[in-house]
């Protein structure tokens, strides 16, 4: 198991796996993610922060860090956390504890770039994800609902409640 940036490359298939994850939410009743615009990924992996988790050469699951998130997290935000979002696993590597892995690895990016928290946030309404969330060892801060501008954020998070958790580094 290997955690290493996303190239341009893999473009395609982070789509794909987005595709199907909000394929997954809306066959499970979830709140679902809308579709993920393409040059914002592009983006991010010109800026390093998406990054996959590679098992036996293949894309296990992938996910983006934030060094800011002001628009959810308003005045909790600041420059000693990372923010992880869009947490996806491939579905032949589901069960294979991708989670841990992620927090391992945001425990070290922390140490190597001075910072104390691992943030992320989810839907409120989904209790099973906040329970898995808090097996894994985070704490809930707050229930927030957006219901201000989110200009910048991907379509899916207009008008949500969600649940903020930390995890010290």
């Known amino acids: 198991m290997e955690i290493i940036n996303c190239t341009l ?11 199907k994850a909000a394929e997954y939410q809306k066959a499970n009743g979830y709140n679902q993610w809308k579709e993920f ?37 308003g005045a909790r935000d600041n420059a000693y956390s990372i923010y992880l979002h869009r947490i996806t696993t ?19 990016h922390c140490k190597e770039t001075g910072r104390n928290y691992i943030r ?16 894994c060892g985070f704490t809930v801060l707050d229930y927030v609902k957006l219901d201000k501008d989110t200009k910048g954020l991907p379509m899916h998070y207009s008008t949500l409640s969600l649940v903020l958790f930390e995890l010290v580094a």
């Open 9 to 19: 490359t893999d473009v395609d298939f982070m789509l794909e796996l987005y595709r």
């Open 37 to 73: 615009d393409r040059d914002l990924i592009i983006r991010e992996i010109h800026e390093k922060r998406q990054w996959k988790i590679m098992v036996d050469g293949q894309i296990a699951c992938i996910f983006m860090v934030a060094y800011s998130d002001p628009i959810l997290w």
């Open 90 to 108: 491939n579905q032949l590597f589901k069960g294979r504890n991708m989670m841990q892995a992620i927090i391992n690895w945001s425990k070290e």
């Open 120 to 135: 992320m946030d989810t839907w409120a309404d989904n209790k099973n994800l906040t329970d898995y969330y808090t097996k």
